[in-house]
């Protein structure tokens, strides 16, 4: 059996052999995200919606593979963030390269050649399509949209498949870049390398992850150490609680913060060996319902599932 270190004795181990920042394995990232997706939707409510998600992520495993570079963060900008302690590559503001809308047509052009895909996906995936090769600006502004999370101006049917794209370019860029070259110290709760939130937590087995919890970054993949018992979101310890459904997996729960209250769920892979950070999130939202009617707040969205924000930051 699997041994999850307490609170206390995680805090009090020597952090620098806890391995800090985990790159996003490229022969990997989005293969077992779509796999995990197919097994899933076997038993869910939702299956028809997570198969469809499995066709978008196999589509991104497919743009990953293709050789290709982007302009990455200059000397300047690795410098600046270093002294500020800030993720060097910042989605918010960043000069996306074009290639980005390419890789988004890959992934619209494979997705729509799937056999299982409803007139209705197909249509919505035809006006991206249309709208990327007759007015690109639209398909940018929406981009924007989503990486700064508005409340307003996202179209929720659009959103997954322009998210999907932007997690194939973000995640290209956190693969190569020189992690060696992070800051120290980034601001708590949001990705060290993009700046972007987590879209869950897991408590890793094995090595030297063994019983410690890592966040996933919901745009480059990049996983980063968050000590246990923590609010992810305004770094409390007093006030923590765990949420799960009834009769319900033992790996899946929703840590809640009775200070900011928030939640954000975490998965233990002592429980499911196979749990996927994006994708065990899409499929559990019987336990968001359960965590909106206990009243407390989501503070953040599944890159496959766009929903109005109802965090009170």
Known sequence: MQRILPRGEIESLDHTHIPRIFQAQ?????????????????????????LLMAHVVDAQHEALSIPRSFPSASSEVIDRAQAHGM??????????DP?????????????????????????????????????????ES????LLARFDEGIDAARAPFVMAALQVYWTRLA???????????TPFGVCPCCGSLPVSTVVRIGGSREGMRYATCSLCSTEWHIVRVTCTHCEDTQKVSFHAIEEGSDAIKAEACGSCNTY??????EKDQMVEAVADDLASLELDMLMGDEGFFRINDNPLLWQQSSSEE
């Open 26 to 50: 490229e022969r990997f990232v989005f293969q077992e995200r779509a796999n995990r997706l197919r097994q899933l939707a076997a038993d869910s409510a939702i299956g028809g919606y997570l």
């Open 87 to 96: 993720p060097p590559l910042q989605a918010t503001g960043w000069p996306r």
């Open 99 to 139: 290639q980005w809308l390419v890789i988004l047509t890959e992934i619209l052009d494979y997705v729509q050649k799937q056999s299982d895909v409803s007139d209705a996906a197909k249509g919505i995936m035809q006006g991206i399509a249309t709208d990327i090769a007759d007015q690109p600006e639209i398909i």
């Open 142 to 145: 929406l981009a924007d949209a």
């Open 175 to 185: 693969i190569d870049f020189d992690k060696d070259q992070l800051p120290v110290i």
């Open 264 to 269: 954000r769920k975490i998965f233990y892979q």
